[in-house]
């Protein structure tokens, strides 16, 4: 907010979207406290994307940490990245979009995946 109000062009990522018990409602709740807070209006643009990791770096962190759930989570493995499968990946993705459509332009978001 202070950085839009100093006039600078400010772009949101909103990364990793993680696959958790109700993301749909927590997402929800955190773009309406969002764009409560901050003119949507005055957002260059926003950045979205579920979660992905090289596949190597992502075996080097699950056995830093073994015993975090992130890690044992329903993941695929396209291209040597491990990454939230396709289909709940598209569907979170669609989700959150048309959420986010009700605070900022859709020209004005962009979707990894």
């Known amino acids: ?17 993680i ?6 409602s927590i997402y929800t709740r955190f773009f309406l406290y969002l764009f409560q807070n901050v003119d949507s209006k005055k957002i260059f643009d926003l950045s979205i ?11 080097r962190i699950r056995k830093r940490n073994p015993k975090s759930d992130i890690y044992y989570s329903d993941f695929s493995i396209e291209k040597n990245t491990v990454a939230t499968p396709k289909e709940i990946r598209e569907n979170i993705m669609g989700k959150l979009k048309k959420e986010l459509c009700k605070y900022i332009d859709s020209n004005k978001i962009l979707v990894w995946e």
Do not use: Q
Request: proline share 3%; with cysteine; hydrophobic share 35%.
């Open 49 to 59: 994307g579920t979660f992905r990791m090289n596949k190597e770096y992502f075996k």
């Open 19 to 24: 696959n958790i018990e109700n993301w749909e």
């Open 1 to 17: 907010k202070s950085a839009i109000d100093k006039g600078w062009k400010v772009r949101l990522c909103i990364d990793p979207v």
